[in-house]
């Protein structure tokens, strides 16, 4: 898998780059700036690219600016986007061109690293990973999003790793549930949701955060 | 049918009483205004007294004449969280005496309230003359017929008059006064419904609802009305003139008995007077505020070495002689004080001008336009009963009285010389108005030396808060960091220290050890995360106020409408004051206030960046001493920027934020 890299602190950088390379993944670039990162996009079309959003020169979000500049002029670009805090302003952002391919995660999930190589893996194949604390807020606002309620706590479970963008069988795994009951599960939600079923993992978050979202 | 035409005689009869007793009512009425208490009472019994005359019209004349009273509760004073009722800026213990001012205001706003009173003094009195027709025609007619028919000759002849019927000269057949008489009987009858009707119309345009005239839409009665009020305000402020005059005079008797002691207490005694006079000039004038402008009293100096406490060139032995002596300085040394006096001098000379309108608008409008109008209601009963007739001109002869060239000036042309004197007065009323105040804003708004005192003073009190207030935040900063992130990063070191020893001796054990070290090192993450954003958010500045503001909505509990017009970002400090604002009313919104929806409304205009929070609540937020709301403001107060709240009970609540700053270019860092 080739992957460009934008990461302005020398440590992280190096050590993701250790960590990419350790799993089978090529770093056919490794960035520091905003404009560097949009040129190496351009240049090499990466299978996924991994991106910090605060980079310099000017220290504000160009990482996240340079990325969505880049996936529209190649749509559908993976790009798995690093922070050290998490917004629901830039993930909507990020998700509204619904093509898929998006990763938006805290910087601390690269401790754990099959769970972040996971997500690096999905966002290349045109999935989406989204920070569970991005879906954790989204779910706090009992004022916004009253058919929640008929939820049962299971099915809330569900989905909150729905809304990462995981698989049934991830799912399935994380509850400790067999792949067919997360399938029931999922069928209840989008039938108390009066969201249409949908079995791809993609189409699936996306209408499921659209959901969240457009309730606001 | 026949009853009606029988019985309006009569009711015209009743009318026209009902206008006697109202005008003569009218007198004691307007006298017991002067006792302010009665005020409402006798509002209201006027208002009883015409209601009668709108029902009388009505079932008589079948004019049906609206209410044209104010409609709506009467104005209740609201309690105070604390039980106290305010009114004015004064507080009440019981709602007795501001449910009654409130009242008062109330009835006398009323245009209705002005309209009455013109309807009992005048318009009903030459309504009554007009019904009175009708009665006035059976009346003769019986006269006559009587006075040619045998018992009624004699009846006339008995009572001595004779020589009401037999006019002198007039030499009339038996037959016609008979016919002339039954004729005037006939048409008082048959004009009486008619009459009636006529007198309703009348009723009607004055007591019923006026709608919007042509009086109102072409705005003269509103320039009538400041003319009005411009009057008697410069005629209020001269009063005060006065006042401040007459101490100027005891400043300067006091100079010259004791040679000035005593002066500073006056001067400093007269200070609240001035401030009134000082409020009144800026409602009434241009607005423009003018703040009092004296100086702070210095605090009593620490004592020296010896104990004592030097006051200028004077030592004292105790803190209070200190604090004594220290006061005659403060006053005499303040220039506001010389100012103050030197338009006490000179008040008068400008405010005596209010009395050129006052006497205009009296003498002209008042005097000689309404004499001719009030006339047949004194001058005819009172010619009638003595024989004495008085002019209709009387007031024009009384001011004339001694200007024999004005005699040839015919009386009737009062009329429009009083009208035109009137409007004068009008017309001079707000550029006098504007002198006077005028004139009050030269001497008694702070100079420019006291206003730079009176900043410096603000913004050292600022700048202490700001001080106090950041030393604060570090070292919140400092306690969170030593208990928080530094601590579990002391863990985290521990552990791999452990773990390196028993990495060869006991694999399993260090695998645990490793995975509580990455816990606590993703919770020491955390922690700093929440910091930060304490501090200062990083979407804020990644992106800006606007954004950031946005990215707040999006996390709030409750669904909230940013609209931002910013050509630019305010400079750091302010964007981050004002993000922290939002954030404090919007949780706020959501905690207090059971909001459904929230407005953010933010943009820069005229170098303010004004940032407007508006929520649908249930309103009555009150701004708590050491509250969010008190932190906010002496945020702000570091910018000289204000926070407005406005939430009446039952909402909307807005909150309303107003920060002076210049914009930069869009997207330049702020980090």
């Known amino acids: 898998m080739r992957v460009v890299l934008a990461?302005?602190?020398?440590?992280?950088?190096?050590?993701?780059?250790?960590?990419?390379?350790?799993?089978?993944?090529?770093?056919?670039?490794?960035?520091?700036?905003?404009?560097?990162?949009?040129?190496?996009?351009?240049?090499?079309?990466?299978?996924?690219?991994?991106?910090?959003?605060?980079?310099?020169?000017?220290?504000?979000?160009?990482?996240?600016?340079?990325?969505?500049?880049?996936?529209?002029?190649?749509?559908?670009?993976?790009?798995?986007?690093?922070?050290?805090?998490?917004?629901?302003?830039?993930?909507?952002?990020?998700?509204?061109?619904g093509t898929g391919g998006i990763g938006y995660l805290l910087k601390d999930r690269v401790f754990n690293a099959d769970q972040f190589l996971d997500a690096v893996r999905r966002v290349a194949g045109g999935g989406t990973?989204?920070?569970?604390?991005?879906?954790?807020?989204?779910?706090?606002?009992?004022?916004?999003?009253?058919?929640?309620?008929?939820?049962?706590?299971?099915?809330?479970?569900?989905?909150?790793?729905?809304?990462?963008?995981?698989?049934?069988?991830a799912i399935g795994q994380r509850l400790f549930l067999s792949e067919s009951a997360v399938g029931k599960h999922t069928a209840s939600i989008f039938g108390k949701l009066d969201l249409a079923p949908s079995d791809d993992d993609n189409r699936r978050v996306l209408a499921v955060l659209a959901y969240l979202n457009g309730a606001t | 049918m026949f009853r009606s035409y029988a019985l309006a005689p009569l009711r015209c009869v009743a009318l026209a009483l009902l206008a006697v007793f109202g005008f003569v009512a009218s007198l004691p009425l307007m006298m017991s205004i002067g006792a302010i208490v009665t005020y409402p009472h006798v509002l209201l019994l006027v208002r009883r007294l015409n209601s009668l005359s709108r029902r009388l019209a009505g079932a008589w004349s079948g004019v049906v004449i609206d209410l044209p009273y104010r409609e709506g509760p009467v104005p209740t004073p609201p309690r105070r969280p604390d039980g106290w009722y305010e009114h004015e800026g004064q507080l009440f213990k019981t709602r007795h005496y501001p449910a009654f001012f409130l009242r008062m205001q109330w009835l006398s706003d009323d245009p209705a309230t002005a309209r009455d009173w013109m309807w009992l003094v005048l318009l009903a009195p030459i309504g009554g003359l007009v019904a009175l027709l009708a009665p006035g025609f059976v009346l003769a007619g019986v006269v006559l017929v009587a006075g040619v028919t045998g018992p009624g000759r004699r009846m006339l002849a008995d009572a001595?008059?004779?020589?009401?019927?037999?006019?002198?000269?007039?030499?009339?057949?038996?037959?016609?006064?008979?016919?002339?008489?039954?004729?005037?009987?006939?048409?008082?009858?048959?004009?009486?419904?008619?009459?009636?009707?006529?007198?309703?119309?009348?009723?009607?345009?004055?007591?019923?609802?006026?709608?919007?005239?042509?009086?109102?839409?072409?705005?003269?009665?509103?320039?009538?009305?400041?003319?009005?009020?411009?009057?008697?305000?410069?005629?209020?402020?001269?009063?005060?003139?006065?006042?401040?005059?007459?101490?100027?005079?005891?400043?300067?008797?006091?100079?010259?008995?004791?040679?000035?002691?005593?002066?500073?207490?006056?001067?400093?005694?007269?200070?609240?007077m001035l401030n009134h006079y000082r409020r009144l000039c800026v409602k009434w004038g241009d607005g423009e505020p003018m703040p009092d402008p004296y100086r702070q009293r210095e605090p009593v100096p620490e004592p020296g070495p010896d104990g004592r406490y030097r006051v200028g060139r004077t030592l004292y032995a105790t803190r209070d002689g200190a604090r004594r002596a220290g006061f005659f300085p403060w006053i005499l040394g303040d220039s506001a004080t010389w100012r103050d006096l030197a338009w006490m001098a000179t008040a008068p000379l400008a405010a005596l001008l209010a009395v050129v309108p006052g006497v205009l608008i009296g003498a002209g409008y008042f005097g000689l336009f309404w004499q001719a109008l009030f006339w047949?209601?004194?001058?005819?009963?009172?010619?009638?009963?003595?024989?004495?007739?008085?002019?209709?001109?009387?007031?024009?002869?009384?001011?004339?009285?001694?200007?024999?060239?004005?005699?040839?000036?015919?009386?009737?042309?009062?009329?429009?010389?009083?009208?035109?004197?009137?409007?004068?007065?009008?017309?001079?009323?707000?550029?006098?108005?504007?002198?006077?105040?005028?004139?009050a804003r030269l001497l008694l708004a702070p100079s420019r030396s006291?206003?730079?005192?009176?900043?410096?003073?603000?913004?050292?009190?600022?700048?202490?808060?700001?001080?106090?207030?950041?030393?604060a935040e570090l070292r919140r900063i400092e306690r969170d960091l030593h208990d928080g992130a530094q601590a579990r990063l002391v863990a985290v070191g521990l552990s791999l220290g452990t773990v390196e020893q028993l990495m060869d001796r006991d694999p399993a054990a260090a695998r645990v050890l490793l995975a509580q070290a990455r816990e606590t090192s993703a919770a020491a993450l955390a922690e700093l995360r929440d910091l930060v954003r304490g501090i200062h958010p990083p979407v804020l500045a990644e992106r800006g106020l606007a954004d950031a503001v946005r990215?707040?909505?999006?996390?709030?509990?409750?669904?909230?409408?940013?609209?931002?017009?910013?050509?630019?970002?305010p400079p750091a400090p302010v964007a981050t004051a004002a993000y922290f604002a939002v954030a404090e009313a919007l949780a706020n919104a959501a905690r207090h206030a059971q909001a459904g929806r929230v407005g953010v409304d933010i943009r820069h205009t005229g170098g303010l960046l004004r940032v407007t929070v508006t929520d649908d609540g249930r309103g009555g937020a009150e701004p708590t001493h050491g509250g969010g709301l008190h932190g906010l403001r002496r945020r702000l107060a570091t910018f000289d920027g204000t926070l407005a709240l406005h939430s009446p009970q039952g909402g909307p609540t807005v909150l309303t934020l107003e920060i002076p700053c210049a914009l930069s270019s869009p997207r330049t860092s702020t980090s």
Not at chain 1, 14 to 38: F, N, Y
Not at chain 1, 152 to 166: F, I, Q, S
């Open chain 2, 450 to 471: 006291a206003e730079l005192t009176q900043r410096v003073e603000h913004l050292a009190q600022t700048r202490a808060e700001a001080v106090d207030a950041s030393s």
């Open chain 1, 129 to 169: 990973a989204m920070d569970p604390e991005v879906i954790a807020k989204l779910l706090q606002q009992p004022a916004r999003n009253v058919p929640l309620a008929r939820l049962t706590p299971r099915e809330r479970e569900v989905l909150e790793l729905m809304a990462e963008g995981r698989s049934n069988a």
């Open chain 2, 551 to 569: 990215a707040l909505a999006l996390d709030a509990a409750l669904p909230v409408e940013v609209r931002a017009d910013l050509a630019g970002q």
């Open chain 1, 7 to 97: 990461e302005d602190l020398y440590l992280l950088r190096e050590g993701l780059v250790r960590l990419l390379e350790a799993h089978d993944c090529t770093v056919v670039a490794a960035v520091e700036t905003g404009p560097d990162l949009l040129a190496a996009l351009l240049a090499h079309r990466p299978d996924v690219a991994v991106v910090d959003v605060r980079l310099p020169p000017t220290n504000t979000d160009e990482g996240l600016q340079a990325a969505l500049t880049a996936r529209r002029q190649v749509p559908g670009l993976p790009v798995l986007v690093l922070s050290q805090h998490v917004e629901q302003l830039y993930a909507r952002e990020l998700l509204a061109d």
């Open chain 2, 376 to 439: 047949p209601l004194w001058g005819v009963p009172f010619g009638l009963i003595t024989g004495v007739w008085v002019s209709p001109w009387y007031t024009w002869q009384l001011m004339t009285l001694g200007m024999p060239f004005l005699d040839a000036v015919p009386g009737w042309l009062s009329i429009p010389i009083g009208l035109a004197l009137g409007l004068l007065g009008v017309l001079l009323a707000g550029p006098v108005l504007r002198l006077i105040t005028g004139w």
């Open chain 2, 160 to 272: 001595g008059l004779t020589d009401l019927v037999a006019w002198p000269g007039v030499t009339m057949p038996g037959w016609a006064v008979l016919a002339a008489g039954l004729a005037a009987i006939v048409a008082g009858v048959l004009a009486g419904p008619a009459l009636l009707r006529a007198h309703g119309r009348w009723a009607r345009q004055w007591l019923g609802h006026p709608g919007l005239t042509w009086w109102q839409s072409s705005g003269i009665g509103a320039w009538l009305r400041k003319g009005g009020h411009d009057t008697w305000q410069a005629a209020l402020l001269l009063g005060l003139s006065l006042t401040g005059f007459a101490v100027f005079l005891l400043t300067l008797l006091l100079t010259l008995v004791s040679g000035g002691f005593g002066i500073a207490w006056l001067a400093y005694a007269i200070r609240p």
